[in-house]
């Protein structure tokens, strides 16, 4: 959605992430719902909280166990080594190459989540992963355990991008932060007590048990994904007429008068002027029966090229894309390195752990990541308020940044606690902690960086996330393929020292934004704008709200195109 406010206008430019969040000019202040509701009630905007919890949590068990089959397969290496002769190389390239599945897959599918809707695209990733855990339960050779995590790969690909743009379907601005929170802990839940659960299941079961248990959760989350997920795409009948946001009392007719400055006067009076915090419906437009909202497609008549380029646009370009790429990439990247090296080193004097050992070492991050969990979500939404409500209202995507300042020094330290200590060989206690003070830096920092690349560039939040979980598998991939020769090059010690320095300069990238970041989303707008427009125009019939109506009608007239009823907003 296209924002503008007054103060940007003061430097002729237009800031995207920038909104009003506030209506400080009451004598009670109100949240302004952002994007902004239509008065359709089958805009998931304007669902009830019943039916969004549904949704969400179908979401979540999804994520939950995407995460479960992509993280257990480290305790079993002690068993697969023993019993199919398996290297540590070979079982480092399969992990390898499941992250590279991941890597490409989102390239794939994320198109056609535009084009034909996200609840097709869930389906089929449930059945793609509900297939690779039947593989995997059944590998035998080398070849079977490569092609298995490459399946396994490609099924959870979209997993930390469609949710995403589920979240930006169904929540507002003042929400994103809460909402990815819970997506960190559902994914925490899978990708740290997943293995705990299957250290047990490898003890008294065998390893490629955990792989069935894992076949039969997959067709749970199959046929409930089938039968009671409802599409969030947002597709209006227009038959013929505007579908316009929903009223308020302080709503009044826009039409184009142009201002001094190329922006309408008619967006500044509206960005300005008091909002309703609350989404009036038009009892006319009936509701969706059950059918309609079980469509296996919903189709728009889009273009699936840009969604192709636009994410390495937006990844080199927008300096909001490479800092959560960047963020997010390399903190997962410290994870896969933990746990590898933990599944090979501990398995040896003097800790001896067997798989329920290995398993039981994730509880420890999984603790710090309900820790962290308030500090990415819950507070980070609330400060925003608080500081929104500071700077009269406005609110700056920068001002999720400040949380992320700790991150700097805990992030680091948690690995120099962890590396050292399993160098040392020290009491198993010790890494533990470093392991669950990570936890903590990983579900903080997750939800602040996905938070500000989310209120920085919604309206291509699914393709600039393609480009951020590339780079975060890509660095997987390579970690993972280097990580045996590294250690026996460096040593684990100047390794994970090495790995510490890196991780505080990435942290620290949150220093230039808070300084630079708002310029920085000025210098983008109009790169941001076009491909918006790119993304907009080929949608059919979609909705705006009030303000993005008339900057999408100025964009529309500037690039050639004709009247406001052409120009798309959500999809």
């Not at 039916?51 to 992509?70: C, E, H, I, P």
């Not at 992963?129 to 039947?134: G, L, P």
């Not at 296996?296 to 969604?307: A, G, M, R």
Request: glycine residues 8%.
């Amino acid at each position: 959605m296209v924002n503008v406010n007054e103060h940007d206008h003061d430097e002729g430019f237009w800031a995207p992430g920038t909104v009003v969040l506030e209506d400080v000019h009451r004598t009670r202040d109100q949240i302004v719902l952002f994007p902004t509701p239509s008065a359709d009630p089958n805009d998931p905007l304007n669902w009830s909280t019943a039916r969004k919890a549904l949704n969400f949590t179908l979401v979540s068990f999804f994520v939950l166990w995407t995460f479960v089959q992509l993280d257990i397969g480290f305790t079993a290496w002690g068993p697969m080594e023993s019993e199919l002769g398996f290297s540590v190389d070979i079982l480092n390239a399969g992990a390898a190459v499941n992250y590279g599945g991941l890597a490409i897959g989102c390239f794939f599918f994320i198109p056609l989540v535009h084009k034909y809707g996200r609840r097709p695209i869930y389906i089929f990733s449930s059945a793609l992963q509900f297939a690779s855990c039947i593989w995997q339960a059944q590998t035998y050779t080398v070849g079977n355990f490569i092609g298995a995590n490459l399946i396994s790969g490609l099924g959870g690909a979209i997993s930390e991008i469609v949710v995403q743009i589920t979240i930006a379907d169904m929540f507002f601005v003042h929400q994103h932060a809460t909402m990815n929170g819970w997506f960190v802990i559902f994914q925490s839940a899978g990708a740290f007590l997943g293995p705990v659960a299957s250290g047990y299941i490898v003890d008294s079961q065998g390893w490629r048990w955990m792989w069935w248990w894992c076949v039969i959760f997959f067709g749970i989350t199959l046929i409930c994904v089938i039968f009671l997920f409802e599409e969030s795409k947002y597709v209006p009948i227009l038959d013929g007429q505007n579908i316009v946001s929903a009223p308020s009392p302080n709503n009044q007719a826009l039409t184009p008068k142009e201002g001094k400055d190329g922006i309408t006067a008619d967006i500044k009076r509206t960005v300005s002027e008091p909002a309703t915090s609350h989404a009036a419906v038009n009892p006319e437009i009936k509701l969706k029966t059950y059918w309609q909202r079980m469509a296996w497609v919903t189709k728009t008549d889009e273009s699936l090229w840009p969604h192709f380029y636009t994410p390495l646009v937006t990844l080199f370009t927008y300096p909001a894309v490479t800092y959560a790429a960047l963020t997010y990439g390399s903190t997962l990247a410290w994870f896969a390195t933990m746990t590898s090296l933990q599944a090979s080193y501990m398995l040896l004097p003097p800790y001896n752990f067997d798989a329920i050992g290995i398993g039981l070492m994730n509880v420890a991050p999984f603790v710090g990541a309900l820790l962290g969990f308030p500090c990415g979500g819950y507070l980070s939404d609330k400060s925003i308020l608080w500081l929104s409500k500071r700077n009269g209202g406005i609110y700056e995507p920068e001002m999720r940044l400040w949380l992320a300042l700790p991150v700097a020094i805990l992030g680091p330290a948690s690995i120099l606690m962890f590396g050292l200590g399993l160098a040392y060989g020290v009491h198993w206690a010790l890494l533990a902690v470093g392991f669950g003070v990570f936890g903590f830096t990983l579900a903080a920092i997750s939800g602040i960086s996905l938070s500000y690349l989310m209120d920085c560039y919604q309206d291509v939040i699914g393709d600039a996330l393609v480009g951020v979980i590339f780079m975060r598998n890509i660095i997987s991939v390579i970690v993972l393929f280097v990580l045996t020769p590294w250690v026996e090059g460096m040593g684990l010690q100047n390794l994970h020292v090495l790995c510490a320095v890196v991780a505080f300069l990435v942290y620290m990238i949150p220093v230039p934004l808070l300084i630079w970041g708002k310029k920085a989303r000025v210098a983008t707008a109009a790169s941001y704008r076009k491909l918006a427009a790119t993304h907009s125009i080929f949608r059919s019939e979609m909705h705006l709200g009030k303000v993005s109506t008339m900057v999408a009608y100025e964009l529309a007239n500037y690039i050639g195109f004709a009247s406001p009823q052409n120009v798309l907003s959500r999809a």
